[in-house]
């Protein structure tokens, strides 16, 4: 699909002629930058900013400007980068949004990164409000600041003048400005030695240089609060190196440039992804071995790489800092033993560093497998706990600054084609090409391609081959198409501000499951079933109905004028009521059910042999039997989560699909995994809602506890994100209520739903006859 500027001439007609030409003239470089949906938010971007009213230069600078910054951090920032400065509208003039978005590309190319870029509006944001004055000069001074600061720095230096100058806006000006002592001695403070943004791409070249392959970094900006950026980590095929190093001084060596030592990090963490073939088992584990073994798997990566490239020993060994006189603590040792074997000529005396490097060099030929690092580090933990010190696994940890924090073996998984396309491995993408019947038939090489093809030829209309195979070759072909990502925004009470395009949620296709099971369902029920007839019966829309007894109305009701005639006779006062109105009864709802599918749902339930997901199942069947019947258009979805990231949202049955075999059988194949971002799933229920024309919209959220993720350690955070997420579907008339299986329930649904807007199943096994009944409660 091409987008082309006629399309929206509707939407640009309140251009100027020199703002259009300006569109004109930027258009063919913007078709490079973006995708369709990309070059969509673009132009809804120039007829936003329009509806400022704040000139023509805004527009302008928008139309040139967002394709930069588009190309140096993707086209999903552009749409945030419009919200951004509709919201600055109120708050600033024209002349400082249009600054912010001249010098956008800056901050995106130093930034180097789109979460990195999205917390760079926010700063924006934040510091208009503490130091209006201050914006303007410091967007100035933009770029100079960026080559010496990271982001975290930026922030510190500028909220120490927004508090030193609140009151006195001419020092609030010079500071912004760099034009006072403070500022340059804050700025002097806040200083790192090396970007990893003027370093990147000789650190790309190095690592493909090393590995003949390609590997993938991003920048992580660490505390705001704190001079400390995050310690390396490899999450998703990505590896995530602090954004900036200062010169490291050990005593008496010479400094190690902030450049080395962005090589040593990348080529250590690039040895964990090479060497890594499986995960390590945490299981049964204190923190105590797993920290051991994290040191004994370090040493093993890197001995293998300095098999293959004996310079890095050198990089590496220089890095290590820890004497036989650091004893104090267990990150003490860990330290020593990993000085130990790396360096052969290290000295130490202690008994437990000799039995690791024993241990480790007689495992020599064994190193292909992380299981020696597994059998090794079992034993040194059963050695140290001898030494009787004290252990904390927040603070005992290894001071080389090279090192990452080892997530990466403890989580790590079979190669994800999703994953690793994400992180930007061009080798695993895979086209889906449609193309007709004949092509299919005379050119296709192999029926069954593998997930390694390139390129995968699908058809519009599913084939089925002529054995009885019950897939068609859509199905068979190439991996699961994934769905593109919806971006939804997060609200952080906190700050009390939208973290925009925070979480995002991809749709997975559900697996089928075995047809006999919601057979087994119905007949469990059908004494229910039969009990619930006569009640759906009284909802079945009921054709015309007649009004009567009323004053003002649509024709005369016969009857009762007959029976007022015969009062005027008798002396009596009439009744003037003798008009009626026929109305007609039609139900008018959609109804969306969106279930937990979290893995707490495998629990089974007290005293039961069912779990809570085999009892969701069963009041869906019920509930789907119940709708069908009265006739309402209804969906039903489930969702869990693997952190901000990663919100899996499966569609069971849409609104448009009938209730046969194909949705009953991917309610059979339903499973519970992973986590509970409830705020994100009700933002895409609610989106899937507003589709529909339905008068009255209704979404019913069943879930077994709060709303919780991996990556979110404040347990009022998410409360609140959904209370959030349940008053912006609100806004599109999608009525939300939710029935929750969580007995404590009461502590905190009240308040993200509403006082009326809940139920808890004391009960859990009451589920199958409760929930079709509160159906027929809320679309009476």
């Not at 993707?74 to 912010?100: F, N, W």
């Not at 950026?229 to 990505?238: A, F, K, Q, V």
């Not at 001995?303 to 036989?324: D, E, N, V, Y």
């Amino acid at each position: 699909m091409s987008i082309k500027l006629e399309d929206y001439a509707e939407l640009l007609e309140d251009l100027s002629p020199h703002t259009r030409d300006a569109l004109d003239a930027a258009w063919h470089e913007a078709t490079k930058v973006f995708s369709p949906r990309g070059l969509d938010n673009y132009l809804k971007g120039v007829s936003a900013i329009r509806g400022l009213g704040r000139g023509d230069s805004l527009v302008e600078t928008w139309i040139e400007q967002a394709p930069q910054v588009a190309k140096e951090v993707g086209e999903d920032v552009v749409a945030d980068l419009a919200t951004a400065s509709l919201m600055l509208a109120s708050k600033t003039s024209g002349a400082v949004i249009e600054l912010l978005l001249a010098t956008a590309p800056i901050a995106a190319n130093r930034l180097g990164d789109a979460e990195l870029f999205l917390k760079y509006l926010q700063f924006i944001n934040t510091l208009i409000a503490q130091a209006p004055r201050g914006v303007r000069p410091m967007l100035d001074k933009l770029e100079v600041l960026f080559q010496q600061l990271t982001l975290g720095g930026l922030r510190r230096w500028a909220l120490w003048g927004a508090h030193a100058h609140r009151t006195n806006y001419e020092e609030q000006i010079r500071y912004f400005s760099l034009e006072s002592k403070e500022s340059l001695a804050m700025l002097q403070k806040e200083r790192k030695g090396t970007l990893l943004v003027d370093v990147q791409r000789r650190i790309n070249m190095y690592l493909r240089a090393l590995w003949a392959r390609d590997f993938f970094m991003r920048p992580t900006s660490g505390d705001f609060e704190a001079r400390e950026g995050y310690r390396p980590y490899i999450e998703d095929y990505l590896l995530h190196l602090p954004d900036a190093f200062d010169d490291l001084v050990i005593e008496g060596q010479a400094p190690v440039s902030g450049l080395e030592l962005y090589r040593a990090t990348a080529a250590h963490c690039a040895a964990h992804i090479v060497e890594t073939k499986q995960p390590i088992s945490a299981e049964a584990l204190n923190p105590l071995q797993m920290a051991v073994i994290s040191v004994i798997e370090d040493a093993r990566v890197e001995t293998l790489s300095i098999r293959r490239f004996p310079g890095l020993k050198q990089m590496w060994s220089r890095l290590h800092s820890a004497t036989p006189e650091m004893n104090a603590t267990a990150g003490d040792f860990f330290n020593r033993l990993a000085r130990a074997l790396l360096d052969e000529r290290y000295q130490d005396s202690d008994a437990w560093i000799n039995e690791g490097r024993a241990l480790f060099a007689a495992a020599q030929d064994r190193l292909d497998s992380n299981q020696t690092s597994w059998e090794i580090g079992v034993q040194l933990a059963h050695s140290l706990t001898q030494k009787k010190i004290p252990f904390s696994a927040r603070t005992d940890l290894l001071s080389a600054p090279y090192r990452d924090d080892n997530r990466y073996f403890w989580e790590f998984e079979e190669f994800d084609f999703n994953k690793a396309a994400g992180a930007g491995y061009d080798s695993v993408k895979q086209v889906r090409k449609y193309v007709s019947v004949m092509e299919m038939a005379n050119e296709i090489d192999v029926e069954t391609a593998g997930d390694d093809a390139e390129e995968i030829w699908v058809l519009a209309t599913e084939l089925y081959p002529y054995e009885d195979m019950g897939k068609s070759y859509n199905e068979m072909e190439g991996r699961e198409p994934v769905s593109e990502p919806f971006h939804y925004s997060e609200w952080d009470y906190q700050i009390q501000l939208e973290r925009p395009a925070w979480a995002t949620v991809q749709e997975k296709r559900a697996k089928s499951g075995d047809l006999q099971v919601i057979d087994d369902i119905t007949a469990k029920y059908k004494r229910e079933i039969h009990r619930m007839k006569f009640l759906l019966d009284a909802m079945q829309p009921q054709g015309v109905q007649r009004i009567r007894k009323l004053e003002d109305g649509d024709e005369i009701d016969i009857n009762a004028a007959i029976a007022s005639f015969i009062d005027i006779r008798l002396g009596n006062q009439p009744d003037p009521r003798i008009m009626m109105r026929s109305i007609r009864k039609t139900r008018d709802f959609s109804i969306l059910v969106l279930l937990d599918l979290s893995e707490s749902t495998n629990e089974t339930v007290q005293d039961q042999e069912y779990s809570v997901l085999d009892l969701t199942r069963q009041a869906c069947v019920l509930l789907a039997d119940a709708i069908s019947k009265v006739g309402d258009p209804f969906a039903i979805h489930g969702f869990c989560s693997d952190g901000r990231h990663d919100v899996e949202y499966t569609r069971f049955k849409d609104f448009d699909q009938h209730w046969d075999e194909t949705p009953k059988a991917k309610l059979a194949g339903m499973t519970g995994q992973l986590s509970t971002r409830m705020g994100a799933a009700i933002r895409h229920a609610g989106h899937h809602l507003k589709l529909q024309r339905s008068a009255k919209k209704l979404l019913i959220v069943i879930t077994d506890g709060e709303p919780a993720d991996i990556d979110v350690r404040d347990p009022q955070y998410l409360r609140y994100d959904t209370k959030k997420a349940v008053e912006e579907v609100a806004r599109d008339g999608v009525t939300t209520y939710c029935m929750s299986l969580d007995p404590r329930a009461d502590n905190y649904v009240s308040r993200i739903f509403g006082q009326k807007n809940y139920m808890v199943v004391d009960h859990v096994q009451r589920l199958p006859e409760k929930l079709p009944l509160l159906y027929a409660g809320l679309t009476r």
